[in-house]
C-alpha cells in the first residue's frame, strides 16, 4: 500500500520537487461544464465530509468505484480527473491546511462541521485545504445518531457509528479536499481519463471565476 500524504508531507525522503496524482471521480455527464468552466468549487449544498470545495483521492481505485457510481446515477458513463499537485505547494501553505488521519474526535468534529454547518461557519473560513480519512458514507445512519444543536451529543458514541470497519476497503479511503480557489491553483495540470485510464485530451482550465 502506498505511503499516505500524511506521511509523505513530512517526510524529507520527498524533496518540494516530488509530485503527487490525485484523481476525482465524475461522469460524462460534466464534461463539457469542465471544458467550459474548469474546476470549480459547487454553490449548490450538498452534504459532504467537509462541505463545499473539490475533492480529491490519491486511492485510484476508490475514484473508480465512486466514478461508476456517478454514471450509474446519471446514465452516462464514468470519468476520471487526474490532477498533479506538486507536494511544495501543500508544504508551503501548511499553516492553512489541516491533516486528520486518525478516526479520532478531531476528525469526528470536522466532518459533523463540515456536514452540517457549513453554511454556518465553512471550513474554508479556517482552511484551504484538509487531508484525511474519509466518513462511513451512511449519511442516514450518521444524522439518525446525530442531532444538531445537541448539546449533550456524545462524541464517543456517534464515533463508533462513523468509523468504516476495518474488513471493509473504505476503511483505507483518504480524500482530500480543496475549499478555496488559492487551494485548487495548487493543481499543475490535469488530465481526462475515462475507466480504463486512457486520457481523452479534452484541454480544461484550473478554473475560471
Known amino acids: 500500500m502506498p505511503m499516505r500524504l500524511s506521511k509523505m508531507i513530512y517526510n524529507k525522503k520527498y524533496p518540494d520537487t516530488t509530485e503527487l496524482m490525485f484523481f476525482h471521480a465524475t461522469s460524462t ?10 474546476i470549480r468549487i459547487p454553490k449548490k449544498y450538498t452534504k459532504r465530509d467537509f462541505g463545499q470545495g473539490f475533492y480529491l483521492t490519491s486511492n ?103 468509523i468504516p470497519n476495518k474488513d471493509f476497503p473504505h476503511f483505507e479511503y483518504d480524500q482530500l479536499w480543496l475549499g478555496t480557489y488559492k487551494a485548487i491553483n495548487y493543481i499543475k495540470s490535469i488530465e481526462i481519463l475515462n475507466k480504463e485510464g486512457v486520457g481523452i485530451h479534452e484541454k480544461i482550465p484550473i478554473h475560471q471565476l
Request: aromatic share 14%; with cysteine; proline share 3%.
Open 29 to 38: 455527464k460534466y464534461l463539457s461544464s469542465f471544458v467550459k468552466n474548469g
Open 60 to 162: 485510484y481505485w476508490q475514484a473508480s468505484k465512486y466514478a461508476d457510481r456517478m454514471a450509474f446515477q446519471t446514465r452516462t458513463e464514468p470519468l476520471i480527473i487526474a490532477c498533479i499537485i506538486p507536494i511544495s505547494r501543500l508544504r508551503r501553505d501548511i499553516d492553512k491546511g489541516l491533516i486528520i488521519d486518525q478516526f479520532d474526535k478531531t476528525w469526528l468534529e470536522t466532518i459533523i462541521r463540515g456536514r452540517f454547518y457549513s453554511d454556518e461557519i465553512p471550513l474554508s473560513d479556517e482552511y484551504d485545504w484538509i487531508y484525511g480519512r474519509c466518513g462511513d458514507g451512511k449519511t442516514l445512519i450518521f444524522e439518525e445518531n446525530f442531532r444538531k444543536n445537541n448539546d449533550n451529543l456524545d462524541l464517543n458514541l456517534l464515533l463508533k457509528h462513523s
